[in-house]
């Protein structure tokens, strides 16, 4: 893989920040985008702009062809078998909300369970809790080991027969931890429960074939792969989407409106209520090209290699602290002793580095880890080894720097 190459296609990567150049670190708060997206999203609103589906004029076809294009390509990337299991949705929230709401609120009652894991994000908590909440249901937790991963044994022992939903992150966003998605669906359906998966962190970084891993639901984002902001997936197996219902109600979405009933479009439409996010779907296309032309098996062992080296580099650091397993995906979660994470990040901005610090939308796993916050490196297709080692520089200056003030 030619790093070199790709990091000319992001023109953002090419600046200095405080008098330094750029070393962008927080591709797990959003990636940068590569120059093929932003001239698909250009070229839409300069040549083909007009909404999809209604009209029958010239711009309108080439700006639907582009949408139901894109869909194609997010099946093709997922491996789903049709296209009417790909939902466009805002992003991994939207996605995951559309579960709680149309299938969960629809399918559970009281003594029923919901299974979760600590380590979820709050995309993955909250709707939970409220589903649970509307429903009487009770929300179950597997519980982690020492180092930040769940077992097997911990989710046989967690699910039971009563439970009815398992959402699991695919890799957690401040712990790196992989889990087996696929060993969890298993052990959900052999229990009759359907499988959530939270793949924010996953989709970007490793090959997803929803038919192997056999999740019955798994959404993304894509602005964390290349792609724009405020565009998502949400992959359902289609006889699970048939049978739920709507949550936005308005154009597009509808087949027959009457004055006191109405009747909705197949699938996917019936899920995309009012104008689509066009330009973020057409740019999310142009991402997954660009992702497929490089290879995510090429990018996953890239950024293994950036993980090891990361991890061996900063614990020569005196006085560091990280958190997560020793196998994990391409981020690390640290926190300098007597130096909080936001001032960390704030003395490394100033030498031009660009980090997460904060509870990155996780206060429960922030609870378990004992910490009120931590700050986060996290890698991706266009960064070196040399970018961990200017974290590193940072990083002894800023304990050296607060080694004086104290």
Known sequence: MDVKAIRQQFPILDQ???GHP???LDSSATSQKPLQVIEAVDAYYRQDNSNVHRGVHTLGTRATDKYEGAREKVRRFINANSTAEVIFTRGTTTSINTV???YARANLKAGDEIVITPMEHHSNIIPWQQAAKATGATLKYIPLQPNGTFTLDDVRETITGNTKVVAVTHVSNVLGTVNPVKEVAQIAHQNGAVTVVDGAQGAPHMKVDVKELDCDFYAFSGHKMCGP???????????LLEDMEPVEFGGEMIDFVNLYDSTWKELPWKFEGGTPIIAGAIGLGAAID??????????TAHEQKLADYALKNLRSIDGITIYGPEKRAALVTFNLDDVHPHDTATVLDAEGIAVRAGHHCAQPLMKWLEVVA??????YLYNTEEDIDRLVDGLLKTKEYFGDVF
Do not use: H, M, Q, W
């Open 16 to 18: 200095e920040v405080n």
């Open 22 to 24: 750029l070393v962008y």
């Open 100 to 102: 709680a709401y149309s």
């Open 229 to 239: 902001t405020g565009i998502g997936v949400l992959f359902g197996k289609r006889e």
């Open 290 to 299: 660009f992702l497929n032309d490089v290879g995510l098996e090429n990018i």
């Open 374 to 379: 931590t700050a986060r490196a996290s890698f």
